[in-house]
């Protein structure tokens, strides 16, 4: 057995909404302002068994830099509700030594000699938004627009923290800045890897279904 290690990097706090027509006209009512537009891919791995995602952990390359995300408490999902809490790794040491913890392996001294294969890979569009701070509030929140190449879009509600302190006002933030945008779903709305993996991958879409982490 490997022992846990504390790895650390930002929580990444969101929740998804489906933006209808002239929703960026809402978004400019809020007085948000664009801060960018981008393009990546994003290619994600797993062992043939997928057992990183049933265990809500998920590993990729966006363009040329690898990724890791996971609930940040053990025994956890990641998915809250309809929001979700993320622990985001971005150096690839941590994510070579959080990745062979979880397949209870000895770490690689480099991500590519695991032998992990790509079970998804598409192309993001991607508008994001600053909203502007909110009377008290202590956190930045961003909207990011996301149009997928597979024809799909959907929006993302999103703040960052440092510390699992911060997580529940963090999720109070964003769910306030739904309600406000008038996108406040009760029920989790499906991402761009959910909808993937739905229409490409069917059997993995159900085992993950079946595990509770989509
Ligand atoms: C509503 C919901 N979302 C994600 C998950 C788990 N999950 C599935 S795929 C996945 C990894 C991709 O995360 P997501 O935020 O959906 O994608 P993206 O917006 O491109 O990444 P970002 O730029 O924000 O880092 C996760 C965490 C879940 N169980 N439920
Ligand atoms: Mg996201």
């Not at 992990?116 to 600053?130: G, P, Y």
């Amino acid at each position: 057995m490997y022992s846990p290690t504390q790895l650390s990097g930002p929580i990444e706090v969101e929740r998804k909404f489906v933006p209808g027509p002239q929703f960026e006209d809402k978004l400019h009512r809020l007085g948000a302002k664009l801060q960018k537009e981008l393009t990546f891919r994003d290619s994600y791995y797993d062992t043939s068994d997928c057992r990183l995602t049933l265990g809500d952990v998920w590993l990729r390359l966006r363009e040329d830099s690898w990724e890791l995300k996971y609930p940040p408490q053990r025994g956890t999902r990641g998915l809250n509700g309809a929001s979700t809490q993320y622990l985001e790794l971005s150096c690839e040491t941590d994510i070579a030594r959080r990745v062979s913890e979880e397949l209870n392996i000895p770490c690689p001294c480099s991500l590519d000699l695991l032998e992990l294969q790509e079970f998804a890979s598409f192309v993001t569009k991607r508008r994001r938004f600053d909203i502007p701070p909110r009377n008290g509030s202590k956190h930045k929140v961003v909207v990011d627009l996301d149009t997928a190449d597979f024809g799909f879009s959907v929006g993302e509600v999103e703040v960052l923290v440092e510390t699992q302190e911060e997580v529940q006002s963090a999720l109070k933030e964003v769910e306030g800045i739904c309600k406000q945008l008038g996108v406040l779903s009760d029920s989790p709305v499906p991402g761009k890897m959910s909808t993937f993996l739905k229409i490409n991958r069917a059997d993995h879409y159900k085992q993950l279904l079946e595990a509770h982490v989509l």
